[in-house]
Nanobody, 122 residues
Framework: QVQLVESGGGSVQAGASLRLSCQAS????????IGWFRQAPGKEREFVAA???????LKYADSVKGRVTISRNNANTVYLQMNSLKPEDTAVYTC????????????????WGQGIQVTVSS
């Protein structure tokens, strides 16, 4: 069973930065493809960014391009650096993992974390 734990969320002012982390565990020695998604109150879940198991493939939602960077520093820790945050970035951010690179498709990720709140005030 794969477990995902997000950290780094919080409440910030518009223009600030946050770095979210996603720690995946469960299968020693194997790397996962990771995607970040977010869901704001009253809205559907939307894709934010994704990275392949070896970091070779990256994908970003148009809404965050230029402000968000996804990276990984070892097999199963993935970071989401978010800069110039806007109030519309307020959402619960959740990381998801899969054996196949799914890009922005949520259905490609069978494993999901609990999510972490990011609140950006104006």
């Amino acid at each position: 069973q794969v477990q995902l734990v997000e950290s780094g969320g919080g409440s910030v002012q518009a223009g600030a930065s946050l770095r979210l982390s996603c720690q995946a565990s469960g299968r020693a020695g194997l790397s996962y493809n990771i995607g970040w998604f977010r869901q704001a109150p009253g809205k559907e879940r939307e894709f934010v960014a994704a990275i392949s198991w070896n970091g070779g493939l990256l994908k970003y939602a148009d809404s965050v391009k230029g402000r968000v960077t996804i990276s990984r520093n070892n097999a199963n820790t993935v970071y989401l650096q978010m800069n110039s945050l806007k109030p519309e970035d307020t959402a619960v951010y959740t990381c998801a993992a899969g054996d196949v690179y799914g890009g922005g498709s949520g259905s490609a990720y069978p494993y999901w974390g609990q999510g972490i709140q990011v609140t950006v005030s104006s």
